[in-house]
């Protein structure tokens, strides 16, 4: 070997060295479902959710290769040597022996009926006494919804597509189809689809990609979730605040967040200076970059505001609620009436977009009052927000429908996203003693815009 070549043989090693673990692989295959339009081998882009994966990836010189097959067989599949693992999966499906990455999206996942059925029920629970449910037979739900399915089991009926649930519930053999409602409108059709109406909906799902845990798939694992992050998650020239500028919602109950999310920062060795605003100009503020952050908001309805990123985990999860006047009918109906005057907020308008909403909608951003507002009888119906599972405390005074469950997390503008993977640690410590409670503070409204 001459001297020319033996020094470029050794850059060459050297640099390969040098490399991360998950760049010497140019190529990720995984496996895959069909799951439009998340994933399909139909679609020209390979399903949104791959189409996302693959440009997040190409950026770095990384080819995405899929296999899509049916689902359980995709995630046996995957702990083949040729796979790095399944994608996309809810992180309930993350099975042992695989590892799963920071959420890359999310998917909504409630109940669907047809739009000629009555349905009449007061929470989940009696839901399921009361009809017949439909759902895929090789999708481990999360955990708090799969609970319900194991404990009602009797009433729960197994299909092996989304396709399969729709013919189910044109057929009669089910009430109810347990789904996620864009997968349900892709596969049953325009016509189809303007058959259904969502009867409750559950908080968004995250979706992630469950890699092979071993050694090489943990560097993959830390470049894929840096690449999640962003790069504004590692500015070389960003400068540690000693003072953030915040607004809250001014609501009761919104106290036991502000002292969670001041603790945080305080954690951090940053103050905290937070302000009390109407809900959707908090959000303008930190779109804008006028403030750093917002104390929490339903995550769901963030992903229109460019400049504000989505801090996890979840502080906690919600319910929107549809309170009615003990003296007129309340039930799902109402929201079709469009004789019906209805006080709610322009998030919660979006956050219920599955929901057939007809009524005369009354914009109120100033969650306080709502429920002063349904006692002086100034309405007769109001769409209001409470921490899960504690909207019992408003039926002295109200007769109460829930309508569907969010996250709630805490926000900021992304110029504080260099932050993020530290404020991620100290949440997740602090939310061990953390228990928001409605009942304890009085109608905490996490409604958020």
Not at 292 to 319: H, I, K, W, Y
Not at 372 to 383: P, S
Not at 407 to 421: A, E, G, S, T
Request: aromatic share 8%; proline share 5%; hydrophobic share 40%.
């Amino acid at each position: 070997m001459g001297k020319g070549h033996l020094h470029s043989f050794v850059i060459f090693m050297l640099l390969l060295l040098t490399m991360p673990a998950w760049a010497t692989t140019t190529v990720w295959k995984i496996a895959s479902l069909d799951w439009p339009p998340y994933a399909s081998a139909e679609m020209e882009n390979g399903g949104e959710a791959i189409a996302q994966l693959r440009e997040l990836l190409s950026a770095q010189g990384i080819t995405l290769e899929v296999d899509y097959l049916p689902w359980e067989q995709a995630q046996t599949m995957a702990a083949a040597d040729e796979y790095i693992g399944y994608y996309p999966a809810w992180p309930s499906e993350v099975k042992s022996g695989f590892i799963a990455s920071q959420p890359l999206s999310y998917s909504p996942l409630g109940l669907i009926t047809l739009q000629k059925n009555t349905i009449e029920y007061r929470n989940l629970v009696h839901l399921f006494e009361q009809y017949k449910v439909g759902v895929v037979s090789s999708y481990i739900y999360p955990e708090h919804i799969q609970s319900v399915l194991d404990e009602y089991h009797s009433t729960v009926f197994y299909a092996p597509t989304e396709q399969a649930l729709v013919s189910m519930l044109n057929r009669g053999s089910v009430d109810l189809i347990l789904a996620t409602p864009e997968v349900v409108n892709h596969v049953a059709g325009e016509q189809q689809a303007k058959q259904l109406r969502m009867i409750t909906q559950f908080a968004d799902v995250p979706l992630v990609l469950a890699l092979k845990n071993n050694e090489h798939n943990q560097a993959k694992l830390a470049a894929l979730n840096d690449l999640i992050l962003g790069p504004s998650a590692h500015k070389e020239d960003f400068k540690k605040p000693t003072q953030v500028v915040g607004t809250y919602i001014k609501t009761p109950g919104v106290e036991p967040f502000i002292k969670l999310i001041e603790k945080t920062y305080a954690d951090m060795g940053i103050e905290v200076k937070l302000e009390p605003v109407p809900a959707r100009r908090g959000l303008v503020l930190l779109n804008a970059g006028l403030t750093d952050l917002d104390v929490v908001r339903l995550g769901a309805n963030m992903a229109q505001f460019g400049n504000v990123t989505v801090v996890e985990p979840s502080l906690a999860s919600g319910e929107h609620i549809l309170l009615c006047d003990k003296d007129v009918p309340c039930n799902l109906a109402v929201l079709s009436n469009p004789n019906a005057q209805i006080l709610t907020a322009r998030g919660t308008l979006e956050s219920l977009a599955q929901f057939d909403i007809q009524a005369k909608v009354i914009i109120n951003e100033q969650l306080d009052r709502t429920p002063q507002l349904l006692k002086r009888r100034d309405v007769e119906y109001a769409i209001f927000s409470t921490v899960e599972g504690e909207s019992e405390q408003y039926l002295k005074d109200f007769n109460v429908v829930t309508l569907r469950s969010f996250r709630l997390n805490h926000v900021i503008n992304n110029k504080l996203d260099p932050l993020l993977l530290e404020l991620q640690r100290i949440i997740t410590v602090n939310l061990h003693e953390f228990t928001p409670s409605t009942i304890e503070t009085q109608n905490v409204s996490s409604q958020t815009r």
